[in-house]
């Protein structure tokens, strides 16, 4: 079987961290745009140019995982892609943004979550970049520590209802879930939502560190009249942005340049 080759970087004094996350981000005010490369990968192209930002000091990437104009739904988005073009960057951490449904009630919309573990109910993603080789990675704890860590520490400093070890169910989507899906996942699960999978398993696939930040944006469906909808997530989203920004800059300028946990090599007893 040919072995499969890893991307090589593509510019040199290139970031080592991204963000993957939405549009409201992406605000001039938050990040000085320095340029945008569109990086074609062996699974097509990302589902966005990838923007590379001077982040106070800092050379920070950043993709945005729907598209610049929301056109990929969470199944569709081009994953592999995705995490294989912030390889061949040069990216060694990922800190993933998005928007989770609450299934506990200490869990309240308007809250940040960062995960230590998931359960994956997704049904047809590519899941992994090694077709032709058998390769089977370690995913006892999915997350890196070191990443979690910071941004935990960055949004208790600031005062920001923060949860730490939230377990996170990803689901196939695009449909919310049923009143007795929702109540199922409740007993093994704290945050529910469509995009987490399988942008981590590939980030670690190619040794890249990954930290979920997560937004709760709404109850899911198991409180009864506070039933989920595309109207309410989109105006909590609004309001923690501002958390999610201020949380992102106290983490991202206290992270050090060498790495010490254990994804840097995860291959090594993958194969
Ligand atoms: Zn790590």
Known sequence: MPQLKMP?????????????????????????????????????????????????????AFLSRHGKKHQFPPHKVPQRANIWALKKLGVERIIGV?????????????????????????????????????????????????????????????NISIHQNGTY??????????????????????????????EVNLARELEICYSSLASVTDWDVWKTGREVSWERILNTMKTNMVKLREILKQSILKIPSQRVCPCRNILKDAK
């Open 8 to 60: 090589e970087n593509y510019l040199k004094s290139n970031p080592k961290i991204a963000i993957i996350g939405g549009s409201g981000l992406e605000d001039p005010k938050f990040f000085k745009k320095i340029k945008e490369v569109n990086i074609k990968t062996p699974f097509g192209y990302p589902s966005s140019p990838i923007t590379i930002a001077d982040f106070h000091g800092k050379k920070v």
């Open 98 to 158: 998005g928007a989770v449904g609450s299934l506990k009630r200490e869990f309240k919309p308007g809250d940040i979550v960062t995960s230590d573990q998931f359960i994956d109910f997704t049904k047809k993603r590519d899941y992994t970049f090694y077709d032709k080789e058998t390769v089977h990675i370690t995913s006892a704890d999915p997350f890196c520590p070191e990443l979690a860590r910071l941004l935990y520490q960055a949004g208790k400093k600031l």
């Open 169 to 198: 169910i990803c689901i196939e989507g695009p449909r919310f879930s049923t009143k007795a899906e929702s109540k199922f996942f409740r007993n093994f699960a704290d945050i529910v939502g469509m995009t987490l999978i399988p």
